[in-house]
């Protein structure tokens, strides 16, 4: 999934139960640091997420509940570990 260069932002739960989700490009969200609580919860297939936001400090609560074995990357390489400047 490839969102728009920029959002304004992103709500709650917004992909909850999405079980066709294998990827996810999250852009830069105006005026927001960090990815919003519960956003992924239960897409059980995700494993790939890339960052935008190189300022993002903060993931929250749940956003990554029962989703598959994760990797994150703000470039071009996955790995396990979240952009270093979350906190």
């Not at 969102?3 to 989700?21: A, Y």
């Not at 927001?32 to 992924?40: I, Q």
């Not at 494993?47 to 300022?55: I, Y």
């Amino acid at each position: 999934l490839s969102m728009k260069t920029t959002l304004s932002s992103l709500g709650t739960n917004v992909f909850q139960d999405c079980t066709s989700l294998t990827s996810v490009h999250i852009p830069k969200i105006t005026g927001d640091d960090s990815v919003p609580a519960s956003l992924f919860v239960n897409c059980i297939n995700l494993s790939k997420v890339k960052f935008d936001n190189a300022s993002l400090q903060s993931i929250g609560d749940n956003a990554f509940t029962g989703t598959g074995a994760l990797s994150f990357t703000t470039g071009t390489v996955y790995g396990d570990k979240l952009p270093g400047t979350v906190t």
